[in-house]
C-alpha cells in the first residue's frame, strides 16, 4: 500500500451489517467479508495490493473481471479495505460486535472470496474477532499468505478457524502439497480427477471440510479459461518459479564473470 497525497479519513461505517452474502455463498447459509481483488487505486489516490502473494493467479482471476468490477461492488469492497486502513480499531469493534447478533450463530464466515490477508497487523485483527466471537461462529479461508499463516496462525489456531492454502500464489513453494491440505484450480473436473483432487464444486465448505487436496474447476470465463489453457494454477506458478530461478542463476553467473 502506498500513502495518499490527500488522505480522507472516513469514520467506521454506518451500514447495518460489514457481513454479506453473494448468491453462491447465500445458498449454503455463509456470510462473507470480501475486499477488493489484488492491486488497486481507491478513489483518494492510495494505491492499494490486497494479495501480497498472489502469483500466477492474478492473471486469472475471477475476481478481476465480471461482476466484481461493477462500479457498485467494487465500491463495496473498497469501502471494507477502507474501514481497515482508516479506522482498524473502530474496523475490529464494529465486527466484533456485529459477531454476536443472532444471525450468525451456528454460521460460517468465510473471509475474502475476493482479496487475502495483506498484511500481519491485518490477520491479528482477524485472529482477536475470532477469539472473541460467540460459541457456535466459525470462521474459514483460502488463502495464499502461507508464510503469515506459518508465523501468526499455526501456533497456536482459534479453535473456531479453518484455512485452506490455494496453490498460484508466489509462497506454494513453502507448501508439503502431500501433507498439507491445499487448493488447485484446474480448468475443469475430468483435469482435477486425474490429478487426484477431490471436486469442492457441491460445497464451499468441502474446502476445509472436505478431503485435503481440494480441486476447483476455473471459472467458465471464455478469455480466462483460453489464458489457463490445460494448466492448473499451481503448474503455472511452477513454470513462473522455474523461470524466476534461471533469470537469477544468469544474473549470478555474469556477477561471477565479471569478478573473475
Ligand atoms: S489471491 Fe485470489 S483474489 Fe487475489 S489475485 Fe489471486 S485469485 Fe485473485
Known sequence: MTD???TK???ASSRKWLLTQNSQLRAEGIFNWPLPAFAGRLDDGRTYNTCPEAGACQKLCYARVGSYRFSNVLAAHQRNLKMILDTPQEWEQQMAAELQHKRYRDKWIRLHDSGDF???AYLSAWLRI??????????????????????????????NFLWCYSLGGTQDHLLDLEKERHAEVFPGTEELEEAGYSDQTESDLLAVLGPE??????????HLLKRQGKESFGS??????????????RAADRAFQLAT
Open 4 to 6: 495518499a497525497t490527500t
Open 118 to 120: 495483506f498484511s500481519d
Open 9 to 11: 479519513k472516513p469514520s
Open 236 to 249: 503455472l506458478q511452477r513454470a513462473l518459479d522455474a523461470q524466476l530461478a534461471e533469470k537469477k542463476q
Open 130 to 159: 475470532m477469539r472473541g466471537a460467540p460459541e457456535g461462529v466459525r470462521f474459514y479461508c483460502y488463502t495464499k499468505s502461507v508464510d503469515r499463516f506459518r508465523r501468526l496462525v499455526e501456533p497456536d489456531p482459534p479453535a
Open 213 to 222: 487436496r481440494v480441486g476447483i474447476p476455473a471459472n467458465r470465463i471464455p
